[in-house]
């Protein structure tokens, strides 16, 4: 998501401005006057989004203020389990846009503290490595960007590494033989390289998964920092969410502290609460991806966004996911 | 959504285009208590109202008001007349004619302003900030601490002018001041005054001795906007209730202030 401000002598002009430097998609979030009382300002944001307030069940209204679309924040991301000083913070930076749309609010937020990238362009040459812990979904997230690349015929090679796990090798042959795909597995970073380089793709991806690793062994996080550099690879952090904030944002260290940037959220649907996923990302500056929200491979994987974000944490956690992302799912 | 190949996120240029900062505000802030936030406020004031600055005081400790008191005004409206509804910000102001600047009384006393919900108090920064369209420097004279009233009021001010005086527990309290703003908002512009200082020699350790502290730690460097040294001559409020400036505008503490309101002014005035 966009913000933007203009400040024109008339709305028309102010507008004109709008659509010429966003598109015709801007929405206009505010106006008022522009500075020293002249003129108008008009802040608009892009987003293929509704501004629509979401309908926040009885149950769900923490407090007897909640018309305060602030207090309306705060208590959500209280329930997430966000740390007060992430909490205040983010609200700091609610204040700051002109709305009082408490999802846009802390879209803006979200939008001024964390970094949304895609991790499947066109432009990204480098082969996407997904990496983490045991047992967070890597396989699966794995299957899915697989899965993606197929539908939209573009072309895709899947490596693995993952040599330890008893079955590790079978679960991820088995998903890319359904999608009539060969499956190399590698034992180490040289492997690696002459399996990339080998058989080169013209376009499309390379994924590689990994087997899992201790992130607090620091010889398991050196092997795989090897295998990163081996062949320039893109890595991608795989973590669920709802673990203890401390813990997730340990792991996130770990990782960042061998090249690792980028966070891909997995078992959205089991868990209620984000702030250790906030606290991790906040505390890592790693770039938020996409989310996994179920296990079913059809399901795929879904783009996140400052305001899909927003949604995701101010919503009735019953309708969390539909209503979070009905505007983004393909 | 698909073919976003670059960080949504923008540049930061444009990434600030939302933040509605307003150079003229400056927030004065203090963690510990009994620095001489209120009394740097009110003589700012003044010094800058001598510089031809219009100039606007708003009484921001919303527990503890009590700018009305050091000057012993009896305002009949202030900032409870308009949070009780009834008048807006703006009807609240009062002109202060002995030192030819505005106010914004608090309510000495009376209630309790701190517990204000979060969207009231954001309306009411939102309103001052645009009241500064009319001013050269808008002034807030902040509660001590650091809790979250008093950080929402000041967000997104122009700059931060965090007041200490030596002792320990003042530097502390004005480091963690520092520590939390610059977390919440890391393009906050802080800048130091050292009060009640002995000498300017020795207010400019105590300075090293915090921005020593923001670089090792916060990887900042505060400016130091300036030394007030402590003067017999600063009156008690209570009991005089004259401002220093009208008072003895010769003394140490009038020309230190004085000082620091010269270069606040070519720092930060609106260029009008
Ligand atoms: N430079 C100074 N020299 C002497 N007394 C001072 C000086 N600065 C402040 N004071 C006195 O210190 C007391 C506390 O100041 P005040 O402005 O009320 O603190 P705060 O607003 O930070 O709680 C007041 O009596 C004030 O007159
Ligand atoms: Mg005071």
């Known amino acids: 998501m966009r913000f933007k401000t203009f400040t024109a002598a008339t709305i028309a002009e102010a507008m004109k401005l709008v659509s010429q430097s966003l598109g015709e998609e801007a929405v206009i979030v505010a106006t008022d006057k522009g500075p020293q009382g002249k003129g108008v300002r008009v802040t608009a944001a892009v987003e293929n989004i509704h501004f629509e307030l979401p309908h926040i069940p009885e149950h769900d209204v923490p407090s007897p203020q909640s018309e305060d679309p602030y207090d309306v924040i705060l208590s959500y991301l209280e329930r997430h389990g966000t740390p007060a000083h992430l909490a205040n913070k983010l609200l700091r930076a609610a204040t700051a846009i002109p709305t009082t749309n408490p999802k846009l609010a802390l879209a803006s937020a979200f939008d001024r503290f964390f970094t949304f990238l895609n991790i499947t362009h066109k432009d990204n040459p480098k082969p996407l490595m997904f990496v983490g812990p045991p047992g967070t979904g890597k ?9 993606r690349a197929v539908m939209d015929h573009e072309p895709v090679r899947v490596i693995t590494t993952d ?19 060969d499956l190399s597995a590698v034992k ?17 991806l390379i994924i590689v998964d990994t087997n899992a690793v201790n992130p607090y062994a620091k010889d398991e996080l050196n092997v795989l920092h090897e295998y990163i550099d081996a062949i320039g690879a893109d890595p991608i952090l795989v973590l669920p969410a709802g673990g203890d904030t401390g813990e997730t944002t340990d792991i996130a260290s770990a990782f960042q502290a061998i090249g690792v940037d980028k966070i891909l959220i997995t078992r959205v649907d089991v868990t209620r609460r984000l702030g250790s996923v906030l606290t991790a990302v906040e505390q890592t500056k790693m770039h938020f991806t996409e989310i996994s929200i179920s296990p079913l491979i059809a399901l795929g994987l879904t783009a996140i966004t400052p305001v899909s974000l927003s949604r995701l944490v101010l919503s009735d956690p019953s309708q969390l996911i539909n209503k979070a992302f009905n505007n983004n799912t393909k | 959504m698909k073919s976003n190949a670059t960080a949504i996120k923008q540049d930061p240029s444009s990434a600030q285009e939302h933040v509605p900062r307003t150079d003229n505000i400056i927030a004065i802030a203090s963690g510990k208590g009994g620095v001489g936030k209120t009394f740097l406020s009110i003589s700012l004031s003044q010094a800058f109202s001598k510089l031809n600055k219009k100039t606007l005081l708003f009484d921001g400790d919303l527990g503890l008001a009590n700018v009305d008191i050091q000057l012993g005004l009896m305002p009949e409206r202030d900032l409870g007349s308009v949070l009780g509804g009834g008048i807006n910000l703006k009807q609240s102001i009062i002109h202060f004619d002995l030192a030819n600047f505005d106010i914004i009384a608090g ?26 369209n009319s001013y050269d420097f808008v002034l807030v004279d902040l509660g001590a601490g650091v809790d979250r009233t008093m950080r929402l009021l000041s967000a997104y001010a122009g700059s931060y002018i965090v007041v200490t005086n ?42 090293l001795t915090l921005s020593n502290a923001c670089r090792e730690f916060l990887k900042i460097s505060p400016q130091l906007a300036g030394v007030v040294r402590r003067d017999k001559k600063v009156p008690d409020p209570i009991r005089y209730q004259t401002p220093v400036l009208t008072r003895y505008p010769n003394c140490h503490a009038a020309s230190d202030i004085m000082d620091i309101a010269y270069r606040l002014t070519n720092m930060a005035s609106k260029n009008k």
């Not at chain 1, 040599?163 to 795909?181: D, H, P, R």
């Not at chain 2, 108090?121 to 900030?129: D, G, M, S, T, V």
């Open chain 2, 107 to 132: 309510r000495s006393g009376v209630g309790n302003f701190a517990t204000l919900p979060p969207l009231r108090l954001a309306q009411l920064r939102n309103e001052l900030f645009a009241l500064g």
């Open chain 1, 139 to 147: 396989t699966i997230a794995v299957a899915k960007v697989v899965a």
């Open chain 2, 166 to 207: 030596a002792e320990p527990t003042a530097l502390t309290d004005a480091y963690a001041f520092i520590k939390i703003t610059l977390y919440e908002d890391p393009d906050a512009k802080i800048k130091i005054i050292i009060n009640m200082a002995d000498s300017h020699k020795e207010g400019e350790r105590t300075f």
């Open chain 1, 163 to 181: 040599n330890l796990k008893a079955g590790g090798i079978e679960q991820l042959s088995f998903l890319t033989s359904i999608m009539g795909l």
């Open chain 1, 188 to 204: 180490s970073p040289a492997g690696l390289l002459k399996a990339v380089f080998d058989d080169p793709l013209e376009k499309g």
